[in-house]
């Protein structure tokens, strides 16, 4: 492992290497991108992830607000659409990802309901398993490889 005291960092430092090795990802792919290669200067990916970090941690308080206002205990759709009201592109983008998982999950939602009954008429309760509509972030692999 290329990186052998990860599992003796703290959640948070974990999180933010994690963030700052995204963020050297992204700025090696967008500069070779490029017609004319740009390189990123070391110092600057780590502002560039500074900002995020600091970004996300704004993101987070704000959207546990939003559900407090909304009396609610979990973070939801309302509140990340709440969020990004003042970004036209971004909001838009939201939209159809809420509409997409929700239109996912009523359809799965349609087959647990059709697999119950065919379990219930064979006298079986086996209901199958559940998969993860955002994906598997299984970034960690090509983070400690750079």
């Not at 609610?72 to 592109?89: F, G, P, Q, S, Y």
């Not at 939209?95 to 309901?113: C, G, P, V, Y």
């Amino acid at each position: 492992m290329a990186f052998p005291h990860f599992d003796s960092l703290s959640e948070t430092d974990k999180l933010k290497l994690t963030v700052l090795c995204d963020v050297k990802k992204i700025c090696n792919e967008v500069g070779s991108g490029l017609s004319q290669r740009v390189s990123f200067e070391k110092q600057a990916v780590e502002l560039i992830a500074e900002m995020v970090w600091r970004k996300v941690q704004d993101y987070g308080t704000d959207l546990e607000l939003f559900a407090r206002h909304a009396k609610h205990t979990t973070i939801n759709a309302d509140d990340v659409r709440l969020l990004v009201r003042k970004n036209e592109c971004l909001k838009d983008r939201i939209k159809r990802i809420s509409e997409d998982l929700n239109s996912a999950s009523s359809s799965k939602k349609r087959k647990k309901d059709k697999e119950l009954d065919i379990d219930l008429e064979a006298g079986s309760s086996n209901s199958g398993t559940d998969n993860n509509l955002i994906g598997n972030f299984d970034m960690m692999d090509d983070l400690l490889d750079d």
